[in-house]
C-alpha cells in the first residue's frame, strides 16, 4: 500500500486515541445547586465510557447512564463524576438537608394540623390557574430531582423541608397563610402509593392515619390539606352537593376533595402523571349508623366491575378487620353502598374525566382508591387497614 494512503488514516486513528470521551450531564443540569441526593444522575455518554460517582451505582440504560445513590449523596456537598477516572468538569452540589430539617412525619402532621385555617374563618386562600401551573413546575423538578426552586415556591410563600427520617421532605407554607396545604415526598420509598387526607379535621383523625399509613407503607407521597372543607363561604364551581358545611350545598372553594382550583389538586395531577403506575390512596370518614358497612370503598366511578381496585381493597379490609366490621365495595353491585366519590375532583383526574370539575369519569384506572371509614377504623382499626392497603402491592416508580 503507499505510503500516502496510509498515513491520514493512522493519523485520524491517532486522534480518536487522543480525543477525551464525550459526557454530558443531563440531569441535574448543570448550574442548578440543591440537587436531590436521593435522585438518579443521568449522564449522555458512550456505552463504553467507565462513569464513577462516590455513593453511586453506574447502569447503562437505552443509550444513556444512571447513577443511582446506594443511599443517598452526601447532602450539601459538590459531586464531581469522573469519566474513565478523570474529572472532567462534570459536577454538582447536593441540596444541604441538615440546616432546614423540621422533625418526624407525626410532628410535621400536628403543625399542619395546628395550623389549619377553621371552619367559616374565610381564611382560604385559593389559587389562580397561573399560580397552579407554576407550582406544578416547582413539583416537576423536585420529582426530577432538581430541588433549586426555592425562588420558584417562595412566589407562593411556599417552601421545602426536610424531615428527621432520610428521603423525606415537606413543601408546605413558610408562614401559614394561604392554606392550601402541606405534601410530603418519601424519595426512599418502597411503594407507588400516594396517601391523600383532604379531610383532616372534618374527617377526625384522617391526617393522623395518613401520616401512620405513610410511614407503615413507605408510600411515595403523602398530602394533607391546608384548609378544613368548610373554610370558605365561596361555592366551588366543581359539580355535587354535600352537606357538610349546613344545609345540602355545593361544595365549597376549601374543600380539598372537590375543587380543581387548588394546590391539592396540583399535586395529584403531577404526581399522577409523574409516576403513571403510582395509585393514590384517600382517607376519609363518616358518621357510621351501627347496622351498616363500617367501610365504603370505591374506585371513583362506583360502576359494577368485579375487577375494581375497590373490591381488592374491600376483601383485604375483610381479612383484615375484627369480625365485628364489614367492609363494602361502590364497585359491587350487590352491595348496598354510599360515600363513593364520584364527585372527587381527585378522583376523577385518575379515571380520566373528560373535565374533572364537571363531569363524573366512567371508566376506572384502578390507579384511585376512596377509603370511607367510621370513626373506629380512623382511630383504632390503623394496623389492620395498613395492612389491606399493603396488598395493593404496587412498585415503585421507577427512575424518579
Ligand atoms: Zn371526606
Redesign the pocket.
Known amino acids: 500500500m503507499p505510503m500516502h494512503r496510509v498515513l491520514p488514516s493512522l493519523v485520524a486513528l491517532a486522534l480518536v486515541a487522543c480525543s477525551p470521551p464525550s459526557a454530558e450531564l443531563v440531569r441535574p443540569l448543570s448550574g442548578a445547586v440543591q440537587v436531590s441526593p436521593f435522585h438518579p444522575v443521568a449522564v449522555q455518554a458512550d456505552a463504553d465510557v467507565e462513569l464513577t460517582l462516590a455513593g453511586a451505582e453506574a447502569e447503562y440504560v437505552d443509550g444513556q447512564w444512571w447513577l443511582t445513590p446506594t443511599t443517598s449523596l452526601a447532602p450539601g456537598q459538590v459531586h464531581t463524576v469522573l469519566v474513565n477516572g478523570v474529572d472532567r468538569g462534570l459536577s454538582f452540589t447536593t441540596a444541604e438537608l441538615s440546616s432546614r430539617q423540621v422533625g418526624t412525619v407525626a410532628e410535621v402532621i400536628a403543625e399542619v394540623d395546628d395550623a389549619r385555617s377553621a371552619s367559616g374563618s374565610a381564611l382560604y386562600d385559593e389559587p389562580t390557574s397561573a399560580e397552579q401551573d407554576a407550582f406544578a413546575a416547582s413539583l416537576e423538578r423536585m420529582l426530577d430531582g432538581d430541588w433549586d426552586v426555592d425562588t420558584a415556591l417562595a412566589e407562593h410563600g411556599y417552601r421545602w423541608d426536610a424531615l428527621t427520617e432520610p428521603g423525606r421532605i415537606v413543601v408546605w407554607e413558610a408562614t401559614p397563610t394561604s392554606h392550601r396545604g402541606a405534601f410530603l415526598f418519601d424519595f426512599a420509598a418502597d411503594s407507588g402509593l400516594v396517601i391523600q387526607a383532604?379531610?383532616p379535621e372534618?374527617?377526625t383523625h384522617?391526617g393522623e392515619q395518613a401520616g401512620d399509613t405513610f410511614i407503615a407503607l413507605e408510600a411515595s407521597a403523602l398530602f394533607v390539606s391546608g384548609a378544613h372543607?368548610c373554610t370558605s363561604p365561596d361555592a366551588s364551581a366543581c359539580s355535587g352537593t354535600t352537606s357538610?358545611c349546613g344545609s345540602t350545598a355545593p361544595f365549597k372553594i376549601s374543600d380539598a376533595?372537590h375543587s380543581d382550583q387548588s394546590f391539592f389538586q396540583t399535586a395529584h395531577e403531577v404526581t399522577a402523571t409523574h409516576w403513571p403506575d403510582s395509585v393514590a390512596v384517600?382517607l376519609?370518614?363518616?358518621g357510621w349508623d351501627g347496622n351498616e358497612p363500617a367501610a365504603y370503598v370505591s374506585d371513583g366511578v362506583a360502576a359494577d366491575d368485579a375487577g375494581s381496585i375497590a373490591n381488592t381493597v374491600r376483601d383485604a379490609l375483610n381479612a383484615e378487620l375484627p369480625s365485628t366490621y364489614t367492609a363494602a365495595s361502590c364497585a359491587d353491585a350487590s352491595e348496598t353502598t354510599r360515600l363513593c366519590g364520584t364527585t372527587n375532583t381527585q378522583g376523577r383526574f385518575s379515571n380520566a374525566s373528560p373535565e374533572t370539575c364537571a363531569t363524573a369519569a366512567s371508566v376506572a384506572s384502578n390507579r384511585f382508591v376512596h377509603l370511607?371509614q367510621a370513626r373506629d377504623l380512623r382511630d383504632n382499626q390503623r394496623e389492620p387497614i395498613i395492612a389491606a392497603l399493603r396488598s395493593l402491592g404496587v412498585p415503585v416508580p421507577d427512575l424518579r
Do not use: K, L
Open positions: 383532604p379531610h372534618y374527617d384522617t372543607r357538610a376533595a384517600q376519609h370518614g363518616f370511607e
